[in-house]
């Protein structure tokens, strides 16, 4: 099938199809309102197509994820977060001569100009960690030029110093500078807990699982934040403007914000006496707005492969922290009442990234309000990557049109009139 028929009005229009690597058709109407008058409308982007894009493969009927051809599971197990962010960047897994030269570079830019400790001050003490993020960010364009080959790597050198720092702020503890003699993982957990009072050992299997999460986090194509990225980058605004917009777009709870929701979720349930089967009832009752957080996804329609990678690893790492969590007990029996029901599986819900993560999350001492910036300083290379690959395909300035069903053409009338 090389192309499609469109007929509107009296006539045919043979629109041509684009076929991808991996078998995916997609009909290119870029000529449609030039050869028709029309557009098509597609509320949410479910059926469009943004770019043709060499980065992540997702196949969400059968569960498939792949960074630049591998598979996430693959990853999740061989891979450290640092070589899938040279991987998702530069299109190649590094060599080792490339990788401990990528390494260096990140240790080397960790470090925030001073000046930039004062925006701190000037936050409110409450602030969300994902606002002071997204505003820190921006702020960066203020220091470096915009077309500076070193952007990349100060971008991903300093998000988890900014994020860190924050944490510190919010709870009223020194600021912990960076060290060069820690790996990209440790450095942050380092800045994020030790204080300068006593030594802070980094657990290996906090660094592993921590490493891994940000793997699973790494990319998801054409996300709600990453389709920012690529939508003000294609503005050709500098990097550290669009990388904060793609931040704020992370924030909101059916995005990146879903994995606290999904932690208040279980709380309340468990304060309530843990009736999953009343919260299964709330989430199915329309008149209802409340959703199961962490269920759904508008692309997976089976199962999510990150969930189960996350949900292994929360039970790994419960186990050699010798800790129990009673809000992962909710979890598991929230999933298989929901699961059983009918609403779900009509409607082909499961749990996503964000049902487990949580869990990991506390397991790991990290603060609830911390769980998005998480989240964020996983999903930074892959909006890197798109920020990249667009620019290199010189993509055009992104501008959806609409179809206007305000009133017609009416004359002005005075205020005395109205
Ligand atoms: C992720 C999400 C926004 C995807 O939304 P979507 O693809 O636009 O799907 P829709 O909102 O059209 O939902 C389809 C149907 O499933 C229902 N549904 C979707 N997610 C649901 C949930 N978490 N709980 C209860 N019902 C849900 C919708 O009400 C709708 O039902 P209807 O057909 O009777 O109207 C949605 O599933 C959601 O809000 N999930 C909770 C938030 C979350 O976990 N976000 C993280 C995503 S990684």
Redesign the pocket.
């Known amino acids: 099938m090389t192309q499609a028929t469109l007929s509107l009005h009296d006539g045919d229009l043979a629109l041509p199809v684009r076929t991808g690597t991996e078998q995916e058709v997609g009909i290119d109407i870029t000529m449609l309102r030039g050869s028709t008058g029309a557009i098509t409308l597609d509320p ?1 982007y ?1 059926n469009t197509g943004s770019c043709l894009s060499a980065i992540t493969y997702i196949d969400g009927e059968a569960g498939v994820l792949r960074y630049r051809g591998y598979a996430i599971e693959d990853l999740a197990s061989h891979a450290s977060f640092v070589e899938v962010m040279y991987l998702l960047i530069h299109g190649e897994l590094p060599s080792a001569a490339q990788l401990s030269s990528f390494k260096s570079q990140l240790s080397l830019h960790t470090l925030l100009h001073e000046d930039m400790k004062k925006f701190y001050e000037g936050f409110p003490p409450r602030a969300q960690p994902m606002s002071v993020l997204s505003a820190m960010v921006a702020s960066l364009s203020t220091y470096y030029d915009a077309e500076d080959d070193l952007n990349f790597v100060r971008m991903l050198a300093k998000l988890k110093t900014i994020a860190a720092f924050s944490y510190k702020k919010s709870i009223g503890q020194p600021f912990i500078y960076p060290r060069n003699d820690l790996d990209f993982v440790e450095d942050f957990l380092h800045m994020m807990f030790a204080v300068p009072s006593e030594r802070y050992e980094v657990s290996p299997v906090v660094r592993r699982t921590l490493d891994m999460l940000l793997i699973l986090h790494a990319d ?1 194509e054409q ?1 709600c934040s990453t389709s920012t990225v690529r939508m003000v980058g294609s503005s050709g605004a500098d990097l550290f403007s669009t990388i904060s917009t793609g931040i704020s777009a992370l924030s909101g ?7 606290t ?2 932690i208040s979720m279980l709380r309340a349930i468990r304060a309530d006496g843990a009736d999953y089967g009343k919260y299964v009832a709330k ?2 009752d ?1 008149s209802d707005p ?10 997976y329609k089976n199962f ?1 492969p990150r969930a189960r990678l996350i949900k292994a690893a929360a039970d790994r790492l419960l186990e050699e922290l010798d800790r129990t969590d009673p809000l992962l007990d909710i979890a598991k029996n929230l999933e298989r009442v929901a699961l059983e029901d009918e ?2 599986i009509k ?1 082909r ?1 499961y749990p ?4 487990y993560s949580g869990i990991v999350y506390r397991a790991m001492g990290l603060p609830t309000s911390m769980f998005t910036v998480l989240f964020a300083l996983g999903r930074l290379p892959g909006w890197i990557a798109h920020y990249k690959e667009m620019r290199e395909n010189r993509d055009r300035l992104h501008r959806p049109r609409q179809i206007y069903v305000g009133s017609t053409l009416r004359p002005y009338v005075p205020v005395s009139h109205r």
């Open positions: 949410g479910g998801h996300n709870p059916l995005h990146g914000g879903a994995n929701a999904v989430a199915k329309r409340f959703r199961l957080m962490g269920f759904g996804h508008r692309v999510d609403y779900f409607r819900l996503n990234l964000d049902f």
